[in-house]
């Protein structure tokens, strides 16, 4: 179910054996798949229970983005392997959306080169690979050794990490702008707004229905920022110096 009843008064957190658990009163959260709802770090504990917590009369499930992740880490529903989940976030360099260019109009032409070739320069002096783009339907031809090498930076994050990775890829239909984003080097707001950069120059040219624009802007945002902060906290240290939380 997208929405349920709120059937708690309290949220809070505990460390077991697996890692960091989620209370709600004193029932522990379970996953769809009934496991134990177990987290790797103490940050992402908080940060989960936090979406609990800020749920009002209602549970809104497709709100809570960091405990959908997680359940997805700890399910792994498609029963993929650390490397399947590597190809397939690496695939995706095939029909990156800043690699595919048009030729007409020439004014949206030129805001692709202005907007997206520095995202892509960066990324080939960042990775010391050759990326390029194109205007045919086929799209650029990536080298070999540049998927390679994203192969193996991608293989220094985790499993979880992996998960949020390819999550925020998904949303922005791109790993350079995934990548540009989980590197710091891009805003959440810069980031989506370069995945959109044809739909935004359609809407200065032809208007839009705003109501519909501004919903799809701010979900599109609130999903790559939870996938970026999911990738942070599952790639740092398992606990949070007390100091940092009392302040």
């Not at 979406?51 to 498609?78: G, R, V």
């Amino acid at each position: 179910p997208s929405e349920r009843k709120r059937f708690y008064q309290n949220v809070s957190i505990s460390q077991g054996e697996g890692g960091f658990e989620i209370n709600l009163d004193h029932r522990k959260l379970k996953t769809p798949q009934a496991k134990l709802f177990t987290v790797p770090s103490e940050a992402l504990a908080i940060a989960v229970a936090t979406e609990w917590d800020s749920q009002k009369d209602t549970i809104k499930f497709y709100t809570m983005h960091l405990t959908t992740l997680c359940n997805t880490a700890l399910d792994n529903p498609t029963q993929r392997n650390k490397m399947q989940l590597i190809r397939a976030a690496v695939k995706f360099l095939e029909t990156d959306t800043v690699c595919y260019r048009v030729e007409e109009p020439a004014a949206l032409a030129e805001l692709q080169k202005n907007e997206w070739d520095p995202v892509v320069a960066w990324a080939e002096k960042r990775y010391n690979v050759a990326i390029g783009s194109s205007t045919s339907i086929l799209g650029p031809n990536i080298p070999a050794s540049t998927k390679e090498t994203f192969v193996s930076h991608l293989a220094s994050y985790n499993m979880w990490a992996l998960q949020g990775i390819e999550y925020v890829i998904t949303q922005l239909k791109s790993l350079i702008l995934s990548m540009g984003l989980i590197d710091r080097h891009i805003t959440v707001e810069k980031a989506v707004l370069l995945s959109r950069l044809e739909e935004e120059y359609q809407i200065q040219r032809w208007g839009n229905v705003e109501w519909a624009h501004d919903y799809d802007l701010c979900e599109l945002r609130a999903r790559a920022a939870a996938g970026t902060l999911f990738v942070h906290l599952c790639s740092e240290s398992s606990t949070v110096k007390h100091k940092l939380l009392q302040d």
